[in-house]
């Protein structure tokens, strides 16, 4: 995996040795011999991943570290303190200003470069969705960086799989403060509570009497519902090369025994806040989305959405000889509605309209507002006498229960005229049928309103 590397150390010596390993794993090296250098590398995006040196003058690694972590322009950049402090309580400062990881020099070849490429496998996902969520800040959404990083890492729920009592009980009580914590001890009832639960992370014991918990992490990364699940696993100092496997299949973090109450509680913090940090931007993703194929005041889908869907519609029921319908609606003398009683009693009859449609359709039809007080169904599948009947029960549906206006507190009649046709083999596209659709409206218009007239035989 090709990434650019930050190496910072005040050490000629360590950096041209770090610089010389991470080379020869093909990974591209910047370096800076400084905490500003640094910090201005990282600004300008000019690094994937900075490996830390604490012990330098000016700005320590740790302060470095948590700038990196608090500034929402490079809180998602993986950073790896790898200092000759090997204290827990140094561990623990680092862990507590925001790092990924902490080793300690002299540092094993294999661990470094499977931490390095875990991390960076997991940015990589995490790019991917920065960058579409800059769409949700473009459209005046806020912003999803500043609140991510803004996330704690608190509050969340754990899945504690561990068969040891005493230990179970110690991370348990540990934690409690800040989590909820639910304990198992049989890795298939994990397995179960996991994929039924809500769980935000999961610590697992490889290590398991009778059973392999390296597989039970495999299975949670495998599954749809726990994919995103944070995953900690707990082992001995011995079974290092276990925990590299379970990093390269995508665990995202151990920890050793004897656990370290501090450390424990630090590194559950920093995978919710990764995780959450995750959900954030992928919400944003979504939102953007969806307001991109929204209509903003009723909700229903919108013309571009429409006009992206009609042709592959049209195109699929042409070549399978399948039944296509196409209803418009419009709402009768809309108009004299905003006349007498303002555009807000407008925007309330629309978006109760909208509601009543949506009621009254199927999950696989298209609902999409055409343009002011019109709204387009298309129906695969159906038949004319299908559209008609559905056409039918939307109007019965406005006509007989009167719309609340300015604030529930009136009440006025509407009606609804629509026009329903159906795909002709003899179609050339949708439009063929929009236009029949749109017939159809205009002659329930002449005749009277308040009515469903399908297209001319």
Do not use: W
């Not at 250098?37 to 300008?44: D, N, P, T, V």
């Not at 969340?156 to 914590?181: F, G, K």
């Not at 082992?235 to 920890?255: C, I, K, N, P, S």
């Not at 418009?328 to 004299?336: A, E, G, Q, T, Y």
């Amino acid at each position: 995996m090709s990434a650019r590397v930050l190496i910072v150390d005040d050490l000629l010596p360590n950096l041209r040795l770090l610089e010389t390993k991470l080379s020869m794993e093909y990974f591209d090296v910047v370096s800076a011999m400084n905490g500003p250098e640094a910090l201005a590398i990282c600004e300008k995006g000019l690094c994937d991943i900075v490996l830390l040196d604490v012990m330098m003058p000016g700005m320590d690694g740790f302060e470095v570290c948590r700038r990196l972590k608090t500034d929402p322009a490079t809180a998602h950049l993986p950073v790896v303190i790898v200092t000759a402090l090997d204290e827990p309580s140094d561990r623990l400062r680092g862990l507590d200003a925001g790092a990924d990881d902490f080793l300690t020099k002299p540092i094993d070849d294999t661990a470094l470069f499977t931490r390095v490429r875990s991390l960076l496998r997991l940015k990589a996902v995490q790019d991917e969705l920065r960058s579409r969520a800059l769409a949700s800040r473009q459209l005046g959404m806020g912003d999803p960086f500043a609140l991510a990083a803004a996330e704690t890492g608190q509050g969340a729920r754990i899945l504690l799989v561990e068969d040891r009592p005493s230990a179970a009980d110690r991370m348990a009580t540990a934690l409690s403060q800040h989590h909820t914590v639910t304990i198992e001890s049989d890795p298939q009832r994990a397995l179960m509570s996991a994929t039924e639960g809500d769980f935000d992370l999961a610590l697992i014991s490889i290590d398991l009497d009778g059973a392999d918990g390296l597989r039970l992490c495999s299975q949670l990364r495998s599954l749809d519902r726990t994919r995103d699940m944070a995953l900690i696993m707990i082992g001995e100092t011995h079974g290092m090369a276990r925990l590299t496997r379970g990093l390269d299949f995508g665990v995202h973090d151990y920890l050793l025994r004897p656990v370290d109450r501090n450390e424990l509680i630090a590194r559950v913090r920093t995978q919710v806040r990764r995780r959450r940090f995750s959900a954030t931007l992928r919400d944003a993703v979504q939102a953007s989305i969806e307001l991109a194929v929204t209509d903003e005041l009723t909700g229903l889908h919108n013309r571009r959405y429409l006009d992206r869907q009609l042709g592959p519609l049209f195109g699929a029921a042409s070549a399978q000889a399948l039944g296509l319908a196409c209803l418009i609606l419009d709402i009768d003398r809309f108009k004299s509605i905003n006349d007498t009683y303002g555009h807000e009693a407008g925007d309330e009859v629309l978006k109760a309209f909208a509601d009543r449609v949506r009621q009254h359709t199927r999950g696989i039809d298209v609902v999409a507002r055409f343009g002011g007080e019109e709204v387009v169904i298309v129906m695969p599948g159906a038949t004319l006498a299908d559209a008609q009947a559905a056409g039918e029960r939307i109007r019965d549906r406005v006509q007989c229960l009167p719309f609340p206006i300015q604030r529930g507190t009136n009440l006025i009649n509407v009606t609804v005229s629509v026009g329903v046709a159906t795909r002709h083999t003899s179609d050339t596209s949708a439009s063929d049928m929009l236009k029949r659709s749109d017939d159809a409206l205009y002659r329930a218009k002449a005749d009277g309103r308040n009515r469903v007239v399908a297209e001319a035989a």
